[in-house]
């Protein structure tokens, strides 16, 4: 793994492209308690809004910009989600120094491989780049290298770790976040959506430069750096064993029928949604298929009296909808009300399935929590939450350092995890009950 080297704070003060705020005069040294001054309002990108790449002429001119700049790239993406079908990206920002702020409307182009070869093996900085690097990968973009300031924040112990909270904490500015869930599928973008995207990277090196100082300070910086190449090369999720059974308020049902119901109407609704590009949710809301799964309506006007199934578009669909219900009346895969499952079963209940698993568990969690505590990471960061409770339900049948360690690698621990809580859980898995009294 490439380590990430560290960078010099810059000289730059970035109230310099700020909104201006009245100055104050610094709190006397004498007073044990200082009032921290106000956030500066960051509304402007510092170099104006950039235009909107929308042709071949102009990807190539921000390819030949960035490819020209220094230094890592920050990267962001918008999605619809809510409004729109899937996760894809509908705008990429991205700033370098020397090539300044660019806008990319990726719907014009099959990819976007011309800003991937621009880019090299620089280090890209995303905010939460699991959820960005899915709909980037989708346009051929993928880090060499990779910084996520969201991470850093929480292995640094930030007590908030949005972008917003961190640019706050670290550098003393303020981000407009009001259209973070916007429909980004809009066309032509508004001025101010796309001031607000721009500014997304605007600050993003200034932040992880401040984040690197936070954690070589308190020798963190490798565990960040671990988690980065995490992230980087996790591989794309596996797709979903009966994703319909996601569906919101499933937990009411327990007759098969009506679980089929509820499966068909689900897969109607993707296919009409799928077709149509739009958030699923918006053609008829979750809560909605589970009562019409309830009540099986036989006609057109008993199911538009269902509550969900209202509006030209439910009754132009109507036929869809009832030809789904009649089907699932009729046939006989009736679905499980359980699927099988790998998973450990429910804490709540291992002191009655396994009291000496319920007693690893107790012992484990309460030695972990310590450990990330006096390091000043969240708990879940430092290991999480599945893994000490697939360890603590099938721990190795030989205990020891090497076979806890192993286990715990397969589970997707990564080293520095492993070498901070291999050696306790160890413990705690050999003898918990006399543990937990100490």
């Not at 949710?281 to 036989?298: E, N, T, Y």
Request: with cysteine; glycine share 4%; net charge negative.
């Amino acid at each position: 793994m490439t380590r990430i080297e560290h960078a010099p704070k810059p000289t730059s003060n970035p109230a310099e492209h700020a909104s201006a705020a009245p100055e104050t005069d610094p709190a006397p040294t004498a007073e044990p308690q200082q009032e921290q001054p106000e956030p500066i309002l960051l509304d402007t990108p510092r170099d104006g809004v950039p235009e909107v790449i929308t042709t071949v002429p102009g990807l190539q001119r921000a390819a030949r910009a960035i490819a020209a700049g220094n230094g890592p790239v920050a990267v962001d993406a918008e999605r619809a989600s809510g409004f729109r079908y899937g996760q894809r990206a509908f705008l990429i920002q991205l700033r370098r120094a020397g090539a300044g702020s660019w806008l990319i409307d990726p719907v014009p182009f099959t990819n976007l491989d011309e800003i991937q070869e621009a880019i090299g093996e620089e280090i890209w900085i995303l905010h939460a780049a699991s959820q960005d690097l899915p709909c980037l990968r989708e346009l051929g973009m993928s880090p060499a290298r990779l910084f996520d300031t969201e991470l850093a924040a929480r292995i640094a112990g930030l007590p908030r770790v949005g972008l917003g909270p961190a640019v706050e904490s670290l550098l003393g500015l303020r981000l407009a976040k009001e259209h973070s869930a916007a429909d980004w599928s809009t066309r032509p973008l508004p001025e101010p959506w796309l001031r607000y995207a721009a500014l997304d990277v605007e600050v993003l090196d200034e932040l992880r430069i401040e984040l690197i100082n936070l954690l070589e300070a308190d020798g963190k910086l490798e565990y960040a750096e671990q988690e980065f190449e995490a992230v980087r090369t996790a591989p794309p999720a596996l797709p979903r064993v009966d994703p319909w059974r996601r569906t919101s308020g499933l937990h009411q049902i327990r007759d098969r029928r009506t679980l089929a119901a509820v499966r068909a109407l689900w897969e109607t609704r993707e296919s009409l949604a799928q077709t149509r590009d739009v958030a699923p949710g918006r053609l008829i809301p979750d809560s909605s298929l589970v009562v019409a799964a309830k009540a099986m309506p036989k006609s057109v006007p008993a199911l538009l009296k269902t509550p969900g199934f209202h509006g030209r578009s439910a009754a132009k669909d109507a036929p869809k909808w009832l030809r789904a219900l009649q089907d699932a009346a009729a046939t006989e895969d009736l679905p499980p009300n359980q699927v099988p499952s790998n998973s450990p079963p429910p804490p709540k209940v291992w002191a009655d399935k396994d009291p000496v698993a319920a007693a690893r568990l107790a012992t484990a969690r309460a030695r972990v929590a310590r450990v990330a505590e006096s390091l000043n990471i969240p708990t879940e960061n430092l290991l999480t939450p599945d893994t000490l409770r697939r360890l603590c339900w099938s721990p190795p049948e030989e205990i020891d350092l090497d076979t806890v360690s192993e286990t715990l690698r397969s589970l997707g621990a990564r080293r520095w995890q492993v070498e901070l809580v291999g050696p306790l859980l160890t413990v705690a898995l050999l003898d918990p009950e006399e543990l937990a009294e100490r």
